[in-house]
């Protein structure tokens, strides 16, 4: 499967389980966005499990060399460790066990203790969370696998707005996922991205009345690369 088709697919399965939906919304930025990825509502065993596939996917495809997953409290905690058990199901993996590991919010204060679950952190660690917007939990994540004396390799997300931040009059040069590559100097590979999406829009006369406006946002906030 190439990686665009995976990308495409990947839009299409977001749109049937009503994670991807075009319309008027208001997000956490204040901008009013023609449409809306919710990650959240992958919320059943069935749809995690593909989503999981679809991750792990696009980080087979990405060719990246890796030893592990680092999910990141509270929503890459799933993401990481559904993304284990597809690596482990995948025949490009060739029966490899990738392990995973995940933080607490707060450390555990009896017990093994720490904030720490899962696998030792060592080598060189792939960060797993739905999306990137303020890059505060790569930021977080980076300081723990470093601390760890582990290497933090690149960033798996499954979509990748191309939103640039700021205010209108003062748009940042970049978008958050260039921002993070930049600011730590490793890949940040996505599922899809708003060129996926406006592909689809492009493609597809059912979704053609949606092209326009999500055009125009491109036009106005949008990286094109």
């Known amino acids: 499967m190439s990686t665009s088709t995976t990308a495409q697919d990947f839009v299409r399965f977001a749109l049937d389980q009503g994670v991807l939906r075009f319309g008027s919304f208001k997000v956490k930025s204040g901008r009013i966005s023609p449409y809306f990825f919710n990650a959240g509502l992958f919320n059943s065993g069935a ?6 596939a679809f991750y792990a996917q696009a980080l087979i495809d990405s060719g990246l ?26 025949p490009a993996a060739a029966g490899r066990d990738v392990p995973f590991a995940y933080n607490r919010k707060e450390a555990k204060d009896h017990g093994e203790g720490g904030t720490l679950v899962g696998a030792p952190l060592k080598g060189k660690v792939v960060i797993i969370d739905d999306v990137i917007t303020a890059g505060t939990s790569v930021r977080e994540s980076v300081e723990i696998i470093r601390a760890a004396g582990a290497e933090p390799a690149a960033v798996l997300i499954a979509m990748d707005r191309m ?59 949008g990286v094109t690369a």
């Open 65 to 90: 060399s890796f030893d592990m997953l680092f999910g990141p409290a509270y929503k890459g905690i799933p993401l990481a460790t559904a993304t284990a058990v597809a690596l482990a199901q995948h």
């Open 163 to 221: 939103e640039r931040a700021g205010a209108d009059d003062a748009l940042s040069a970049h978008s958050a996922v260039q921002d993070v590559s930049r600011t730590y100097g490793m890949p940040v590979v996505s599922i899809a991205s708003l060129s996926d999406i406006m592909a689809l829009l492009e493609q597809d006369a059912q979704f053609a009345e949606h092209r326009a406006t999500v055009q125009a946002y491109r036009a106005k906030y």
């Open 47 to 52: 749809s995690v499990g593909r989503l999981a």
